[in-house]
């Protein structure tokens, strides 16, 4: 779980499962998320996730936090909500997801993929205008929008229209999302 691997690094960590649309709107539940210096999303079902937290008491309050400078973050379904739009797993299309990052679209555990097949389908099936970031397992995207940075192991595929591009542990994302 992830309050053991994060507490294997050193961290004071806890979990706190938010499982139904009424603890994101109990401020009494949710706090101990709220006064955390960083809160990470886990894996799971993206759309159960979305459908929990969207416009909820939890999210306003968590964007506070974040504007104060606690750090928001997430991994799979956890990372895949926090853009504009989400495919829904199983082919299920697109759904507008929370927004955290305008303009962008995460594809987690993308080192299963083949990248032009990717961007044949991304081109015939999803909506224009996005940034698509296509993100290999134990790796991840850090910064905030405009700056973002590549750690971890894997690589970050960033497609744009019909181009793509692969970026590895060190490298900055192109800017303009």
């Known amino acids: 779980d ?5 507490g294997a690094l050193g961290g004071d960590a806890s979990q706190l499962m938010l499982l139904e649309r009424a603890h994101a709107e109990d401020p009494d539940f949710f706090a101990p998320a709220i006064l955390a210096d960083v809160v990470y999303f886990t894996g799971g079902s993206p759309e ?3 459908e929990t937290v969207r416009e909820s008491a939890f999210l306003k309050a968590l964007l506070a936090s974040v504007e104060r400078g606690s750090v928001l973050a997430g991994s799979s379904a956890g990372a895949m909500v926090m853009g504009s739009m989400m495919r829904r797993p199983g082919g299920g299309g697109w759904v507008e997801a929370l ?3 305008p303009g962008v679209a995460v594809l987690p555990h993308h080192e299963r993929r083949d990248r032009a097949e990717t961007s044949a389908e991304l081109q015939g099936s999803a909506p224009s205008g996005l940034t698509f970031l296509g993100i ?9 929008p405009g ?3 590549v750690v971890g192991f894997g690589r970050v595929t960033v497609y744009q229209g019909s181009e793509w591009q692969t970026f590895n542990a060190g490298d900055k994302l192109p800017a303009g999302f």
């Open 2 to 6: 992830g309050a053991t691997h994060f």
């Open 48 to 50: 159960h996730l979305l």
């Open 99 to 101: 927004g955290l990052v």
């Open 136 to 144: 290999d397992a134990r790796t991840g995207c850090l910064g905030v």
């Open 147 to 149: 700056d973002w940075r």
